[in-house]
């Protein structure tokens, strides 16, 4: 191709106007810096979606079973996609110590089955899952708040109770997320049926699967088998509003960084429209001694892709080098932000889909921009390009 060798020539040779070869830097880098930013941008709130997901997994299980009849975890023996089962009861409860309260969640259950449903054991951080009747596992966030350790009391009130009752710290947890950490007590079954009034009443059954992925369509399958009179919820329909938050910052996100290679495109338009000035002899020539309208365009085309690709390619690299950079480096510690996040590092992660994602869409935006310019290069007339010559 003649056209792909003049448009390297265009590129490359050194420049009558010094302006256009800056602008063409200019536009490199514009690309350059939109690419690096939306990677960076993608892989952080893509590790962040993860992190969030394993935490939010982590203290819940990937299904919860509750129903208006009498429910126990046996009825889910047998069936293929349940890895384990295990009964709880949760309800609002409110914590006093001195002149200090708090509304809770109070959730009893099974010591022995739970940690086969949840990471709760993982998140342990001081004491046992269990210690006997009247005690409790609470999140580090409250017991900083009511300077609780192990082995110290506090009073609980709710319905079911006539006064406060009093529990013993058997443990404390660390979920890394605030939510839990500061508003979720553990204690066993009975003991919260006590506490909410609940007689021998069971609130559901948490569910682990052997896929937490396919937990919409294991969810289908439980509704089917247990019927109308029980409510099966996932573990994502229990986060949905925050997963949808998520979903639509990272859309947001994408849009706006996307503007700036957008920007960069524009540059593309305006560095081609000023070469096309600058070659009008060269153009005139080429189609006087034959070149067509289209290989005209074509050498446009090339060169403005050819910018487009430079840029994306440089964007591409750095922006991977950067995501591995603030992966790898506690930049969230070097700026005070572990209290609020739980970790030191950013969590990155960066999949080949994003990255072909980005990189597409900058040459293609890239190659949108070299239309106009190329098809007025291709429109001159070679009369009046060479009558002042």
């Given at each position: 191709m003649w056209e792909f060798f003049v448009s390297m020539r265009y590129l490359f040779s050194k420049r009558k106007e010094r302006f256009i070869g800056l602008t063409s830097l200019i536009s490199v880098l514009g690309i350059a810096v939109g690419v690096a930013a939306l990677i960076v941008v993608i892989?952080?709130?893509?590790?962040?979606?993860?992190?969030?997901?394993?935490?939010?997994?982590?203290m819940n299980a990937h299904l919860v079973v509750v129903a208006d009849a009498p429910l126990q975890k046996s009825a889910f023996a047998g069936i293929p996609v349940v890895a384990a089962a295990a009964e709880f009861v949760n309800g609002q409860a409110m914590v006093t110590k001195e002149k200090d309260s708090t509304g809770v969640l109070l959730k009893g259950i099974d010591p022995?089955?739970?940690?086969?449903?949840?990471?709760?054991?993982?998140y342990l951080k001081a004491g046992a899952l269990a210690s006997g009747a009247d005690t409790a596992v609470i999140g580090s966030e409250l017991a900083k708040r009511f300077d609780l350790k192990l082995g110290e009391k506090f009073a609980i009130l709710a319905m079911g109770l006539k006064?406060?009752?009093?529990?013993?710290?058997?443990?404390?947890?660390?979920?890394?997320?605030?939510?839990?950490?500061?508003?979720?007590?553990?204690t066993d079954i009975p003991t919260a049926q006590k506490i909410l009034g609940f007689g021998g009443k069971i609130s559901g059954v948490s569910v682990r699967l052997k896929d937490p992925l396919k937990a919409e369509a294991a969810k289908g399958e439980l509704q089917r088998k247990l019927g109308y009179r029980y409510w099966v919820r996932s573990w994502m329909d229990l986060n949905s509003n925050l997963f949808a938050a998520l979903k639509l910052e990272k859309i947001v996100m994408f849009v706006i960084l996307a503007l700036i290679v957008l920007v960069a495109c524009f540059n593309i338009a305006s560095t081609l429209?000023?070469?096309?000035?600058e070659k009008t002899r060269d153009i005139g020539i080429l189609k006087a001694v034959g070149a067509a309208n289209v290989s005209i365009m074509r050498i446009f085309v090339v060169e403005g892709f050819l910018i487009g690709l430079f840029g994306a390619s440089i964007g591409g690299i750095a922006g991977i080098w950067l995501a591995w950079l603030v992966g790898r480096y506690p930049l969230v510690k070097m700026f005070g932000l572990q209290e609020i996040y739980?970790?030191?590092?950013?969590?990155?992660?960066?999949?080949?889909?994003?990255?072909?994602?980005?990189?597409g869409i900058a040459v293609m935006i890239s190659l949108a921009a070299t239309v106009y310019p190329a098809f007025k290069a291709a429109r001159l007339d070679p009369v009046e390009a060479l009558r002042h010559e």
């Open positions: 892989g952080v709130m893509s590790g962040f979606d993860d992190e969030l997901q394993k935490k939010i997994v982590g022995a089955n739970e940690p086969r449903v949840t990471e709760i054991k993982e006064k406060p009752m009093e529990l013993s710290v058997c443990g404390i947890f660390t979920s890394g997320m605030y939510e839990y950490d500061a508003n979720l007590i553990f429209i000023m070469m096309v000035i739980y970790f030191d590092r950013l969590p990155v992660r960066l999949g080949v889909p994003d990255v072909m994602i980005v990189f």
